[in-house]
């Protein structure tokens, strides 16, 4: 399978708990994203990564959230001391480079804070 | 404030129909405008996309109009399936923006009855 993959598919945690989400991209796709998305709502935009570069950062993304892309191949999404409203889908999708390219999603990792 | 508006929320359609669902924006910046279908549990994929400089772009079942003047634009599933039953969203986005990120409308549940 060539397509975006995430892992773990699903996360139960209790509030305060840390987790970490990990993003695997297409292959040859410059940019990594990551979105939250809400039930009955559309994603919302975290933050991207170009290569390792991080560029760019939602305000959504509280300071209890950390990304990283350190070889600029998976990523990794992290939440500090989880709060039930924490609790969404967290989608990551990739792209090549091209201004305008479109972004492929993987299956996302659904997140469930108790 | 939501950057792209979508409607309906939700749409029954008899099998063989017609649906049609609509977009809105407000940013004239953007300049590629996807749709994406997305089923329970799973990400988000690609339907079709259309860019600014043609009205129309058809891909089999699926017809984008696109109106650039009302900044609208509408998606049409001809000859609608059950298996087409699905929530489908709206983005845009807008190339000078070195992060390209998506925004996305707030989706619409497609009910296709047999």
């Known amino acids: 399978d060539t397509g975006v993959s995430q892992d773990p598919r699903h996360k139960i945690t209790k509030r305060g708990q840390n987790v970490t989400f990990r993003c695997d991209p297409i292959?040859?796709?410059?940019?990594l994203y990551w979105y939250r998305q809400t039930l009955g709502q559309g994603p919302e935009f975290l933050t991207y990564?170009?290569?390792?570069?991080?560029?760019?950062k939602s305000r959504l993304l509280s300071d209890r959230f950390s990304a990283e892309r350190p070889k600029g191949s998976f990523s990794t999404l992290e939440i500090q001391r989880t709060e039930q409203g924490d609790s969404a889908m967290y989608l990551c999708a990739s792209s090549l480079i091209r201004a305008g390219e479109t972004q492929y999603f993987g299956p996302g990792t659904r997140l469930l804070v108790l | 404030q939501q950057q792209v508006k979508q409607s309906p929320q939700s749409l029954i359609v008899q099998k063989g129909g017609i649906s049609i669902i609509n977009c809105a924006y407000e940013n004239t910046a953007f300049d590629y405008f996807p749709w994406y279908q997305q089923f329970p549990g799973k990400g988000p994929a690609l339907l079709i996309a259309?860019?600014?400089?043609?009205s129309e772009k058809k891909e089999g079942r699926f017809t984008i109009s696109f109106n650039k003047s009302a900044k609208q634009f509408s998606l049409h599933i001809m000859d609608s399936q059950p298996g087409d039953s699905a929530t489908y969203f709206c983005a845009a986005s807008m190339s000078r923006n070195t992060g390209n990120q998506f925004y996305f409308g707030t989706g619409t549940s497609l009910t296709v009855i047999p």
């Open positions: 292959s040859e796709h410059n940019r």
């Open positions: 259309i860019r600014p400089d043609v």
């Open positions: 990564f170009q290569n390792e570069a991080q560029l760019e």
